[in-house]
């Protein structure tokens, strides 16, 4: 469980969520279990991340809560409802890793399209349209057809499309892909906005420094399994401590420090793995009273592309 | 707003549908002023390339495009039922169709008109039959299609027709009084999209059974139809089973 404040309200609820693909319709040559007895939820309000290599489940997971694939075992529900039925979806927005549309309809009339799909008046529709196209800066190709759209183009359309119905819950799939760098801090920027209003947003993405910069809330899937959680990965962040020394740093080390607590050492510098920043001033006294001469301290906190690399390794 | 819409995307999808329909009024065209078959027998052509092949043609990958494409996973995520884009989708190909027919037999009867050739009677009866048969091809094709890739749309449809003459004939020609060529050929008939019974019809065939005396007799004629209707909702029905029973997969991991 990511979080489970009572005072907000519960968007996407997972229990058990086991997702086996047959091979008879899959086309395999046995059968692949893609996600293994997944629990988690996620309120109103919160931006989770899911990451993990490739294989790992999270399209599969994202599948599921957008209600395109049925889950093997377990259930489930968003807003309350089970994923596939119309009122889980009436509140839904979807972006999927690879959008595609009509190539002889334009973006304008692809965001009609799916405005009528949602059911929405037409009125409603040209507001929306309106609105989407100036946020996400479509104007100058708004009435292009979509065949001649570049990958942060039809990106761009494939969110607007998502957002059509101001949602309460957002499903993204690699949302920045294909996106320039200006493109990439008006999404960040719009994702904030959307989820101080209160949308829930589930992101699945391989770029995690942009991940970092939207949540804390991070679901680390490797092979099907839930590894670590948002919080857990936050705790387990490792910190380094750089020491620098004047002279035999190696010695000292070995006189005073663990082993496993020791990353790395050189004549004249210690890096110290850290579990919280409260131990750097017993280290420090420690590394004193032992007679080191330091010249220099940086406490540098592992980043989650350290953690995501770090939790890889540890399970290859 | 949503039905118009989805029955819009079945025109406007594609630039090939177009092609399509100008072609098959070439097509129907040049059967109908070179006399290359003999006349009655252009009500036959018209029946079969715009009551079988139109349908194929044009909704050949009306849902495998989408599903192939992964376009599918973002209209199936919109709150409506499923069936309505099935419904939407084939009643759109079916009033493309009626507006494909009327043109038809409005150039045909221009093309009468100016240079006297062609065999016009009975053609408003041989266009609605060959709507018909449209309707309950078109409805078979676009349930295949939420299965089977474009590609083996048209191919698969073909096979199994073909297939099916074939047995039928063999069996008929070798035990025309053997039980399973008769339940074959029932089943051929009556379950099968009507060929036999709307061409029937269309010829007069069934008046001297009617109730009512003339060619085309009224109850015989409102049983086809009928008959062919039910049909259409009866392929239909699992075409909307297997969209709204299938998963949609967008990217595979």
Not at chain 1, 36 to 56: D, F, H, M, T, Y
Request: proline share 3%; charged share 20%.
């Amino acid at each position: 469980m990511i979080r489970n404040d009572n005072k907000q309200t519960m968007v996407v609820e997972c229990e058990q969520l086991t997702k086996v693909f047959r091979k008879l319709l899959a086309g395999r040559s046995k059968d692949v279990c893609a996600l293994q007895s997944i629990s988690l939820s996620v309120v109103e309000g919160q931006i989770v991340g899911l990451v993990g290599p490739n294989g790992a489940g999270k399209s599969t997971l994202l599948n599921l809560m957008a209600g395109l694939i049925f889950p093997t075992e377990g259930r489930v529900s968003v807003c309350g409802h089970p994923a596939r039925s119309i009122e889980a979806r009436s509140g839904l927005g979807y972006m999927p890793e690879h959008p595609a549309f009509l190539g002889r309809y334009s973006a304008w009339a692809t965001l009609r399209y799916h405005g009528a799909l949602l059911g929405l008046s037409r009125q409603t529709i040209s507001a929306q349209i309106d609105k989407l196209t100036e946020q996400l800066q479509m104007d100058e190709y708004i009435d292009r057809p979509c065949s001649d759209f570049s990958q942060g183009m039809k990106q761009r359309l494939a969110l607007a499309i998502a957002l059509m119905n101001d949602p309460s819950f957002l499903l993204l799939d690699e949302p920045s892909n294909g996106l320039d760098p200006i493109g990439i801090i008006q999404l960040r920027d719009l994702l904030k906005k959307l989820r101080d209003a209160g949308t829930a947003i589930v992101i699945s993405s391989h770029r995690l420094g942009e991940l970092e910069k939207l949540t804390s809330d991070y679901i680390f899937l490797y092979r099907g399994e839930v590894v670590s959680f948002g919080d857990k990965i936050a705790a387990d962040r490792v910190g380094r401590l750089h020491v620098g020394l004047v002279s035999n740093a190696n010695q000292i080390a070995k006189k005073l420090l663990s082993p496993a607590k020791l990353l790395n050492s050189s004549e004249t510098e210690l890096v110290i793995a850290v579990g919280d920043e409260d131990e750097v001033p017993d280290i420090v006294s420690s590394l004193v009273k032992g007679g080191a001469r330091i010249t220099s301290i940086q406490l540098q906190k592992e980043d989650i592309e350290d953690v995501f690399l770090r939790l890889y390794n540890e399970r290859n | 707003m949503r039905a118009y819409e989805l029955m819009k995307e079945t025109l406007s999808r594609k630039i090939y549908i177009y092609i399509v329909h100008l072609s098959w009024f070439a097509i129907y065209g040049l059967f109908f002023t070179l006399r290359v078959h003999e006349e009655e027998k252009f009500h036959q052509i018209l029946f079969i390339w715009g009551g079988f092949f139109l349908p194929l043609a044009l909704s050949a990958g009306i849902f495998g495009d989408d599903i192939s494409s992964g376009r599918i996973c973002v209209v199936a995520t919109k709150p409506f039922w499923l069936g309505e884009l099935y419904i939407y989708r084939l009643l759109g190909l079916s009033l493309q169709a009626a507006v494909h027919f009327f043109i038809t037999g409005c150039l045909l009867l221009i093309i009468h008109g100016i240079t006297g050739l062609g065999y016009i009677d009975d053609l408003n009866s041989w266009l609605f039959c060959s709507w018909l048969l449209f309707n309950t091809w078109a409805a078979i094709s676009t349930s295949i299609s939420v299965v089977v890739k474009r590609a083996y749309n048209f191919v698969f449809l073909l096979a199994v027709v073909l297939f099916f003459a074939f047995l039928n004939s063999s069996l008929g020609w070798n035990n025309p009084d053997d039980t399973m060529t008769k339940v074959i050929s029932a089943f051929g008939k009556y379950v099968c999209p009507p060929f036999t019974l709307l061409t029937r019809m269309v010829e007069g065939e069934y008046s001297k059974y009617s109730l009512i005396v003339g060619k085309y007799s009224s109850i015989k004629a409102v049983a086809c139809v009928t008959h062919t209707l039910i049909l259409t909702v009866f392929y239909s029905f699992f075409g909307v089973l297997l969209l709204s029973r299938r998963q949609f997969a967008c990217s595979r991991e």
